[in-house]
């Protein structure tokens, strides 16, 4: 409980904004797997453990049923068995709509193992752990309802530990009589739920060959050979009713590709390749938010191939264009933003966030329509802008009017432009010119963003910081006292420290920024290049510093 409780603490001071701090309030107390009793009726729809961890995904686990068919009112005898677990879940479910809710009624073969839980408006229709004992075999009995549909199919959320779970683990369909045959084999094993459908191997890489003739291809970089160490491909070859699909590139973890609406991940039709103990496993999921991708029970992919070698993952499948049984599945003939991103991948084939910004094309694209070659971008537009801008800003012009203002003013004292000494007017326009930029430069990742981004750590905060800063500075040039008043000396020192203020958290900012994904910076390269200006600007300083100092020495100023 005090766990729980300092976890909750952590939530509130770690995610800004209430909603946040309420939803992880939620996942810590609320009876979904964090707790030992197994009242899991929050997780009712989606059968998924808020525990902030993705599912894996190869079940080690089988449900198996004493029957094939079924009539109204029947009873039908359900095994979980497998290795040791903790906490279960299981619930039945229309087999052509997996998304429907759950059917049907449980009755208990033990008491002190397994509970009867109500989802929905239906009564004992899921049956999940009493306790954390550990247990290797769940039997219960499932009684048909009078309005069944004619197939039904088992799932089940098996949780070994916290974070180590599977969700929707798909078991035998049952039939009424005369019903159409099952399409899922009675026993679920885990190669069956890895893909249903044969899987085979390469026996060489793809070829781009055909890429902008008969398939459409994206690659990165542009042109690159699928062959290459270095090479992302996808490509789309349509083949009748069914598109034929290859996704290349060098990853030991997974590799992934999106069909999305817009620009955002979200609401999005995802399929992966995941690289574990020397195989790859093609999976299908839907992704929702910036959540882990929800796995599909079911696989809609054929004629499934892979390849493990010389550092490249590459994976081949073939679905329907139209897959209107399977709901989260778009139609291929139509256009969308095409991702394409790569990973981790660990133990159990459970993946990781990308480390680096997924492809993203430019533009929305129909794969089953005229083939093209093309390429995409890691890195937004506007956040290459608000990059350029802001280097430009803090490297260059406030670099430049500093000098100015500290080294020329003895120089160009007797030189006037526009009615005002030289040296004030070129550093006043670079100065106004800094603050544009930092405005301008400012305001590209909201309008990127849509709004606040929770992802990019201290860099947005400091970012805010700064423009304050320059803002403030401008205002306070803009009540500059005369030379001779009284107060001139205080303006002096107030100016100076914010705006060495501004320019040291300015370049702190930049050099956290040029870490974050959406910039796609080589790395280490752009450190070594943002040192390098760092320490010749500071070099220029202190050469002006000897410089004066000795025409001072010399009576020369």
Known sequence: MERKFISVL?????LPGLAF???MLICFYAPVGGYPNGKVR???TSMIPCHGSSPQLLPKHTITVNGTEFKPGDSIEVHLSGPVFEGFFI???????LESPALGSFMLADRRASQLLTCGRTKNSAVSHTSKAKKQHIKVYWIAPGDAP???QFLATVVKKYRTFWVKIPGPIVSQPNALSPATPLHATSEAVATSHPVSYLSKPFNASSCGRTKFCIRNPSNCDPESASCFFLSFQQEGSSVFIEMSGPSEGYLAFALSHDQWMGDDDAYLCVGEDHHVHTVTAYLKGRSPPVLDSENALEDVSWRLADGLLQCSFRRSIHLPAHKGRFNLNASYYIFLADGEASEGGVIHKHQQQPLITSGMYNVTGLPQDIGGSRSPRLIKAHGALMFIAWITTVSIGVIVA???KPVWSYSFLFGKEMWFQVHRM???TTVMLTGISFVLPFIYRGGWSQQAGFHPYLGCTVMALAIFQALMAGFRPSRHAPRRQLFNWFHWSTGTAARILAVVTMFLGMNLAALDLPDPWDTYTMIAFVTWHVGIDVLLEIHSYCL??????
């Open 552 to 557: 001072i020495r010399k009576g020369l100023l």
């Open 430 to 432: 670079l100065m106004l």
């Open 10 to 14: 952590l939530a509130w001071m770690e």
């Open 21 to 23: 701090a309420v939803w």
């Open 42 to 44: 929050e997780a009712c």
């Open 150 to 152: 004619k197939r039904v």
């Open 406 to 408: 500290r080294f020329f």
């Open 91 to 97: 619930q039945a479910r229309d087999a052509e709509h």
